[in-house]
């Protein structure tokens, strides 16, 4: 089984544009992404897919492999395109702006489909549980509900459950936008038209759940830094200084 990391990498983000390409440390951010997910070791090649050439420029200048795109909405349609004509099996998509996801959160991830022998699971992807009640509420933190068998049901930036009736055994989690593909479901998804859900709430994984597919979430404990707006490019130096 042959396994990729391709990163989706967009210059003009809306809450934060030309945000890749921000220094962090020695490095921008889009490169010290690119050199964390080599480190892990877990894959046969990574690449960055972007549709920008200061992104590509960027990577290509200091060793990487990148693959230019065409504008696209979400970042599963721009992987899509760019794995379509390279061999592979599983495609795991890690975010440009969440610089220090570790390997055991992909290890993970990866052994979802080693445990899938009926190719049931579409793609795979990570959840953690939120405590802080502002957290919750945070329409930037994309929340996720799923069954006992831990097959998401819903994704939304609303609240949900709705708490209704104060319960201590409710849990909230937050969705990561880390996943893993197999690579026939990822250019189906590319050729399926968005819905109106997946529309409304600016969440491509719910464009899988309307058309059926199936989504393993796999809950972790890892806290990254996904770099939103500035004051989260404050938040990884910090954390990159405290690791120095």
């Known amino acids: 089984m042959k396994i990729i ?8 983000a809306s809450r934060f544009p030309g945000k890749l390409m921000q220094i962090l440390g020695e490095k921008t951010v889009i490169s010290t992404t690119y050199q964390n997910v080599l480190e892990t ?23 990487g492999k990148a693959v230019m795109t065409w504008q696209h909405e979400t970042g599963s349609d721009r992987i899509a395109e760019a794995v379509q ?40 992807s990570l959840k953690i549980k939120l405590k802080n009640t502002d957290e919750i509420g945070n ?12 097959f998401a049901l819903y994704f939304s ?15 909230y989690f937050k969705h990561i936008g880390v996943y893993a593909f197999r690579k026939n479901a990822l250019l189906n998804f590319a050729k399926l038209p968005m819905k109106p859900l997946e529309i409304s ?44």
């Open 157 to 171: 930036r609303a609240v949900i459950p709705y708490p209704r009736e104060i319960h201590r055994d409710v849990e």
């Open 85 to 124: 004509n390279i061999d592979c099996d599983i495609v795991v998509n890690v975010q440009g702006d969440e610089p220090f996801l570790k390997t055991e959160p992909l290890q993970q991830l990866i052994s979802v489909f080693n445990d899938d022998s009926e190719e049931k699971i579409s793609l795979a």
């Open 5 to 12: 990391a391709v990163i989706p990498a967009r210059y003009e």
């Open 201 to 244: 709430e600016k969440i491509e994984c719910i464009r899988y759940l309307e058309y059926g597919m199936k989504i393993k979430m796999i809950e972790t404990d890892f806290i990254g830094v996904g770099i939103d707006v500035p004051e989260d490019l404050e938040k990884a130096r910090a954390i990159l200084g405290q690791q120095d």
């Open 41 to 63: 070791g877990l894959f046969d090649e990574v690449f960055v897919a972007t549709d920008s050439e200061i992104i590509f420029d960027e990577i290509i200048k200091n060793g």
């Open 139 to 150: 329409p930037n933190n994309v929340k996720v509900i799923t069954d006992y068998e831990g």
